[in-house]
């Protein structure tokens, strides 16, 4: 990520605060932008030390199936970089059932371990949030 | 309240920068202070000084640009979604500046609320 750097460099300004970040997928990873550049975000909060957690609701839970192939619309296939997560000790993924289950998925089809929660377990979790970003 | 905002759609294609900018405009009269304005997404097309709209119409480029010299706010263009969609220094609006997306993290640690625009 080409502005990891930048990220690195606020660290000092927002030492000690930490928050509750939410970032939420709600979209195909192709088609629009938004799924990319939520990744992106993500990486990026890694450096700062907060409490991170994703969600995939709706077409989100797209993002994270297994075996995505993006060589005919000529997209770069950037799925692999959920699996990186781990390591920038990303690891709070949570995944809608409802979603799932609506569009034949199971999480077996997903490419990373993630807890699947009911919307009301969901509803709970974004109330606990200080910081909810959708995309 | 210290608050935060975030620009996620184009001008004029999506009504999120127009809600933004008047969101904004309601919170300072308010007597609340806006930390920060980020531009993500086409979110960035908000930020190039070529834009001319009709004359008729609202110029929402220079809306920010002027909310920014009188209320002094900081409107941040991520640098990643900018150069995608070939928005650089040299065609930045006044009041604008091009920087990483660390700067939207911080952002949402020292606002008290980080209030999110478009779909």
Known sequence: ????????????????????????????PYGTVYALEALEVVLISAAFDQDISMVFLD????????????????????????RALDGYDIEKLYVDADSLAARGLTEDNLLVPVEVLSA????ELMDQQDVVIGF | MKLGILVNEGPYTHQASDTAYQFALAALA??????RVFFYHDGVNNATRLTEPPQ?????????SKLAEEHGIDLVVCVAAA??????????????????????VETGIQADRLVVFGD
């Open chain 1, 1 to 28: 990520m080409s502005d990891l750097a930048a990220g690195g460099e606020m660290q000092e300004e927002t030492s000690g605060k930490v928050k509750k970040f939410m970032f939420v997928n709600r979209r195909a």
């Open chain 2, 30 to 35: 308010k007597g609340h202070r806006i930390y």
């Open chain 2, 56 to 64: 008729d119409d609202r110029h929402i480029v220079n809306r920010w």
């Open chain 1, 120 to 123: 009301a377990q969901m509803a």
């Open chain 2, 83 to 104: 150069l995608r969609r070939g928005i650089k220094d040299e065609i930045l609006a006044k009041g604008f500046r091009i920087s990483g997306l660390g700067q939207l």
């Open chain 1, 59 to 82: 077409d989100g839970v797209y993002e994270l199936v297994k075996g995505q192939q993006t060589q005919a619309i000529d997209v770069k296939n950037f799925s692999p970089a959920y």
